[in-house]
């Protein structure tokens, strides 16, 4: 278990000596203690602001202004909300002296020995995994963009390009520790404001020039896809703005952690409420119904560019950067899992003992994600389906709960019915978004083929 004893002026060799007597490699290597708000602040922003966000367009396509808008501010609201949650309760354990480092460790604790170990552990895992599996994808998607851009006759595959950025993957995979990301972390939240300020300036553009797609904000399809639609734009806004690694992000926070969380999660949802409401915004003003679910491929009609080849380029630059950092960080609760199984806590963290295996599960790790993105091209239908199960009660449903058994607030009292009402709505919409995910499947297992270049 990967919990601190109680905080003082020597917090961090307490630490480390609990961390060596309970030889939680895992905890010591990848969750070390020693950060500030501040690079907090850039971890959150790194795990929730993704390219995924230029999807939000595409959701409002089957919302329309008034729905698309709404699941926005109700996104963020309630996300800020569940998260500021789940860090209220991490502090008090670490005050009461059980300073929990994982997700599974709090609901270990909290709701029991069978939910740690066979719901949120294998949940979180799965969701942390197919995150950088997505990323991996995504980026080589970008990377061909840019390919088709400057050799339209090229005759390089897809699963080419999503394998050089598995190579690029495979470099920063090798970073020590969650807080060694830090400055990488501030470079991809300044790059999540390029790309995101890139699309919104293309949208505008290419909105009041005559280049555009005429537009229509009308919702289209049979009442049934009208249906689905919107079950899958709903879970689309809830999943972009899912993290699933809370815990393991004031981890990295130096004891007390007091408050530290709060401004940290303050700094990220300025970057958030800046990137979404722009992107999804001035995205769906321009291209209405016709929002594609990558936003930036809007910008290419029948391989003719809307805005100059080189702002594509640029903004798919941004992007692929930004990728990578993304993939890095979901990949922190394998790297601890790894860590613990592999290195030896009572050896120097750098030792050959140490960081042989380390470089050799690490690699194997990406290897493994890079082969089922280049295998899978059609994953996204997937991950949808793992995020419905793994992001919505992680992020929307699990905070509220952890709250009101930690706390114990009267039943009579707004706080426990508030919560209360999040949980079971996001519990149902949960199952919902499933159900959209699977019928998904089910419409376009026809086209699905290993290493296709789509």
Same mark, same amino acid.
């Given at each position: 278990?990967?919990?601190?004893?109680?905080?003082?002026?020597?917090?961090?060799?307490?630490?480390?000596?609990?961390?060596?007597?309970?030889?939680?490699?895992?905890?010591?290597?990848?969750?070390?203690?020693?950060?500030?708000?501040?690079?907090?602040?850039?971890?959150?922003?790194?795990?929730?602001?993704?390219?995924?966000?230029?999807?939000?367009?595409?959701?409002?396509?089957?919302?329309?202004?008034?729905?698309?808008?709404?699941?926005?501010?109700?996104?963020?609201?309630?996300?800020?909300?569940?998260?500021?949650?789940?860090?209220?309760?991490?502090?008090?354990?670490?005050?009461?002296?059980?300073?929990?480092?994982?997700?599974?460790?709090?609901?270990?604790?909290?709701?029991?020995?069978?939910?740690?170990?066979?719901?949120?552990?294998?949940?979180?895992?799965?969701?942390?995994?197919?995150?950088?599996?997505?990323?991996?994808?995504?980026?080589?998607?970008?990377?061909?963009?840019?390919?088709?851009?400057?050799?339209?006759?090229?005759?390089?595959?897809?699963?080419?390009?999503?394998?050089?950025?598995?190579?690029?993957?495979?470099?920063?995979?090798?970073?020590?520790?969650?807080?060694?990301?830090?400055?990488?972390?501030?470079?991809?939240?300044?790059?999540?404001?390029?790309?995101?300020?890139?699309?919104?300036?293309?949208?505008?553009?290419?909105?009041?020039?005559?280049?555009?797609?005429?537009?229509?904000?009308?919702?289209?399809?049979?009442?049934?896809?009208?249906? &689905?639609?919107?079950?899958?734009?709903?879970?689309?806004?809830?999943?972009?703005?899912?993290?699933?690694?809370?815990?393991?992000?004031?981890?990295?926070?130096?004891?007390?952690?007091?408050?530290?969380?709060?401004?940290?999660?303050?700094?990220?949802?300025?970057?958030?409420?800046?990137? &979404?409401?722009?992107?999804?915004?001035?995205?769906?003003? *321009?291209?209405?119904?016709?929002?594609?679910?990558?936003?930036?491929?809007?910008?290419?009609?029948?391989?003719?560019?809307?805005?100059?080849?080189?702002?594509?380029?640029?903004?798919?630059?941004?992007?692929?950067?930004?990728?990578?950092?993304?993939?890095?960080?979901?990949?922190?609760?394998?790297?601890?899992?790894?860590?613990?199984?592999?290195?030896?806590?009572?050896?120097?963290?750098?030792?050959?003992?140490?960081?042989?295996?380390?470089?050799?599960?690490?690699?194997?790790?990406?290897?493994?994600?890079?082969?089922? *993105?280049?295998?899978?091209?059609?994953?996204?239908?997937?991950?949808?389906?793992?995020?419905?199960?793994? &992001?919505?009660?992680?992020?929307?449903?699990?905070?509220?709960?952890?709250?009101?058994?930690?706390?114990?607030?009267?039943?009579?009292?707004?706080?426990?019915?508030?919560?209360?009402?999040?949980?079971?709505? &996001?519990?149902?919409?949960?199952?919902?978004? *499933?159900?959209?995910?699977?019928?998904?499947?089910?419409?376009?297992?026809?086209?699905?083929?290993?290493? *296709?270049?789509?």
């Amino acid at each position: 278990m990967g919990f601190l004893g109680p905080s003082s002026a020597g917090g961090v060799q307490e630490r480390d000596d609990h961390l060596l007597k309970e030889r939680d490699a895992g905890a010591l290597f990848v969750l070390k203690s020693e950060g500030s708000w501040m690079h907090c602040g850039y971890h959150l922003s790194t795990s929730i602001v993704a390219p995924p966000l230029l999807s939000l367009p595409y959701a409002f396509a089957f919302l329309g202004w008034t729905g698309g808008i709404i699941c926005l501010v109700i996104g963020a609201v309630v996300s800020f909300y569940s998260y500021n949650l789940i860090s209220l309760v991490l502090e008090h354990n670490a005050e009461m002296g059980n300073r929990h480092l994982r997700f599974r460790d709090m609901a270990y604790d909290i709701m029991g020995p069978i939910w740690g170990k066979f719901y949120v552990g294998p949940i979180q895992f799965l969701v942390c995994y197919g995150a950088v599996v997505g990323s991996t994808l995504l980026g080589g998607e970008c990377l061909k963009t840019i390919y088709k851009l400057s050799n339209p006759d090229g005759t390089m595959k897809l699963f080419e390009f999503i394998i050089i950025f598995g190579c690029l993957m495979l470099v920063l995979a090798q970073v020590p520790s969650f807080h060694s990301l830090r400055h990488i972390n501030l470079v991809s939240l300044v790059l999540s404001l390029l790309y995101s300020a890139c699309a919104t300036g293309a949208s505008i553009y290419i909105g009041l020039s005559s280049k555009g797609p005429e537009k229509d904000y009308s919702l289209v399809g049979s009442t049934e896809s009208r249906i &689905f639609g919107v079950f899958n734009a709903v879970a689309i806004i809830a999943t972009t703005y899912g993290n699933g690694i809370i815990p393991e992000i004031q981890a990295t926070l130096a004891p007390p952690v007091k408050g530290k969380m709060f401004r940290g999660l303050c700094i990220c949802y300025v970057v958030v409420v800046t990137t &979404f409401f722009s992107v999804a915004i001035s995205g769906y003003w *321009a291209f209405g119904n016709k929002a594609d679910a990558l936003l930036l491929n809007n910008f290419l009609v029948d391989g003719e560019a809307l805005v100059p080849k080189w702002f594509i380029l640029m903004t798919n630059v941004f992007a692929i950067l930004q990728l990578s950092a993304v993939g890095v960080v979901y990949l922190q609760p394998t790297n601890e899992v790894l860590e613990n199984m592999f290195a030896d806590p009572m050896s120097e963290e750098f030792s050959s003992r140490n960081v042989i295996p380390r470089l050799i599960s690490r690699s194997t790790s990406v290897a493994v994600a890079t082969t089922i *993105a280049a295998m899978l091209p059609f994953f996204g239908d997937i991950n949808s389906l793992i995020g419905s199960f793994g &992001f919505l009660p992680l992020d929307f449903v699990l905070p509220m709960v952890f709250y009101n058994l930690t706390f114990k607030p009267s039943r009579r009292s707004p706080i426990f019915g508030l919560n209360i009402a999040i949980a079971a709505v &996001f519990s149902a919409g949960a199952v919902i978004a *499933a159900v959209a995910a699977v019928r998904q499947i089910a419409l376009d297992a026809h086209t699905y083929q290993l290493f *296709a270049d789509v």
